[in-house]
């Protein structure tokens, strides 16, 4: 059996803990840039906000109900989520962490001495009781199911935080409750071709023969429908070899300088080649985007995009950024103010097994690598961005995101300890 | 399908370009120097660089090295500079005659190091560090700019431990008093300070219990 250990609202949750008064009050995070909101607690659903809202077009609700506004604090999310993976690892041996508020727990085994449900659901109680953050655990034979079981945790308060799907009157009835996009790995194009195909809910699709799941969908539609229908078959491993990386942003004020987006190309590609390195991987080819600001129909609008193979696929950091500011130099205009900037990497493949070119234009590649890894060294022991690209820093307060409403770094500087008068 | 076998790899096959393949047969010593390299591509572009490198001052095109005799000759010899060539090592069995009786250093007894975060946070995941200002707890230890450990796994202090409380929207750092009628109190450490009753409409709560104090010792 797999657990999925969710949890809920789980950034605007994390500014809970250190901010008193909050407890039933709407909540939410915003984006980088203050843009958009991120995240948001039932309560701040409850008064018609919705995730993706764009804050300037909100802005009479979060007034008139005093809902209390944060700017996303990556730091203290991911010092609260190794908490929070910490605690199930003191109860299940085997978890995979799959996202920063998401893990799959293997309990295979563990029925053998426990009742799942009640074993998770002291897991669940204790991961409330140390780090204040409620979660919701789904029980399942598949992962897939295990994720559907999590959000019925979620939505019904009578499941007291655990939804156990172990017979096949409950997992019938789960797929029948289920919308299409609340399964894992249906994403919207999936859920669009079946709708046309005339399946409306998860339980019809689990219950079309093979022959013609086969006949209209690749392997990992395959690997859904057999996870709908209890048979385990897809990895943590295999979801999270990320088929592209991205990073981008959109500026806190707008920028027409080919220097100043250098700069912020630069610092986008060097942090997609740590993620990539992260999960050992390597891209062959890497895109570079600029846009305009869509909302300042005033202005002359543009947006473009350039993509650049390299002949060897590489982790470089220094080779990545500069194929990504080459292709900056291909579609930059004078002109033009640039509100949104990104590098996308793709084509990605394990680090292992490359297919090495004999007349490589980039030499020393053993000594590049080592290059890299010795800068992701330093900035891991001395903190982010210790080393970076010449490229990178001159400019970065032009392009530097927007948060007037972050809050300390509580947990990772002793500087930001949170403080209180007594 | 279920194996997750078959489907495409990513990065096999032949790499775009107008590359062409090449395949020759290395004769004894090349081949023992060709499996001694860690990397067999990296060295043979080096040494073809280098070679290309040499010719380019006689401003020939660039060109592959013939697949013959010489050839072979000159990749080798091009490929070890003296720098390279590693050292010769050879066992060599040291005997030697211990006089006394030999004191053995057992493992077990080796001292441990002690572990100064395991004392303080005897469960990282719900230890929380808090900074204090204010000075109505000096009687218990705590003063102006300390830093207290919070644990959170526990939200039920009793009268003689601190606690962190969160009381109408505000946190406090006292201890929990509850009278014979059942009224409980926040109790303060010092004198100065007076003792503040919760009510019945208060929102209140326990956040953690305070289990060490960080003072540093001043003269």
Known sequence: MWALVDCNSFFASCEKVFHPGLQGRPVCVLSSNDGIIVALTPEAKAVGLHRGDAIFKVRDIIEHYGVTVFSTNMTLYAAMSDRVTGILRGSVSRVEKYSIDESFADLSGYERHYDLEEYMRGVAERIRLWTDIPVSVGVAPTRTL???????????????????????????????????????????????????????????????????????????????????????????????????????????????????????????????ANKL?????????????????????????????????????????????????????????????????????????????????????????????????????????????TVSLAVEGEQRCRWKVKSEHRSGDYLTSLDGLLTVEI | MRDARGGARPGAGRPKGDSRLYTFRAGGELARELDSCPNRTEFIRRSLAQSLTQRAGTAQPAQLPPPAQPAQDRIVSLATPASKARG????????????????????????????????????????????????SMIDAGIESGDIVIVDKSRRDPSEKEIAVCEL????????????????????????????????????????????????????
Not at chain 1, 309 to 331: K, M
Not at chain 1, 342 to 358: F, K, N, R
């Open chain 2, 88 to 135: 010769l090592t050879l066992p060599y069995f040291e005997q030697r005659v211990v006089a006394g009786f030999p004191i053995p250093l057992d493992n077990d007894e080796r001292s441990q190091d002690i572990d100064i975060l395991r004392l303080l946070c005897p469960h990282p995941e719900s230890s929380y560090l808090i900074r204090v200002h204010g000075d």
């Open chain 2, 168 to 219: 109408n929207g505000e946190y406090t750092l006292k201890r929990i008093a509850v009278d014979k009628d059942g009224t409980r109190w926040l109790v303060p450490a010092n004198p100065d300070y007076p003792r503040f009753p919760i009510n019945d409409g208060d929102a209140f709560s326990v956040w953690g219990i305070v289990t060490y104090i960080i003072h540093k010792a001043r003269d």
């Open chain 1, 146 to 272: 295990a994720k559907l079981g999590s959000k019925f945790a979620k939505k019904y308060p009578g499941y007291r935080s655990v939804c156990m799907i172990d017979s096949e009157q409950k997992r019938r009835k789960a797929l029948e409750l289920s919308d299409l996009d609340d399964v894992w790995g249906l994403g919207r194009r999936s859920c669009g071709k079946l709708l046309s195909l005339g399946v409306r809910t998860p339980l019809e699709f689990a219950d079309k023969p093979q022959w013609w799941v086969r006949r209209n969908f690749t392997k990992p539609g395959l690997q859904t429908w057999m996870e709908l229908n209890g048979e385990s078959c897809i990895s943590t491993e295999e979801q999270l070899q990320r088929q592209t990386i991205c990073t981008s942003r959109s500026f806190g004020e707008m920028i027409s300088e080919l220097e100043a987006l250098k700069g912020a190309v630069a610092s986008f590609a060097s942090s997609c």
């Open chain 1, 277 to 385: 390195r992260a999960q050992g991987s390597v891209a062959a080819c890497v895109s570079v985007f600029v846009g305009s600001n869509p909302f300042r129909e005033d202005l002359p609008q543009y947006r473009n995009v350039y993509s650049r193979c390299l002949p060897v696929p590489s982790c470089d950091t220094l080779e990545l950024s500069c194929a990504a500011l080459d292709g900056l130099s291909q579609i930059w205009r004078p002109g033009i103010l640039y509100k949104r900037a990104g590098v996308i990497l793709s084509y990605i493949s394990p680090a292992e097994g490359v297919q090495q070119d004999l007349f490589d234009t980039v030499c020393r590649r053993p000594e590049r690598a080592a290059l890299s890894r010795t800068m992701d060294e330093l900035n891991r022991r001395y903190g982010l961005k």
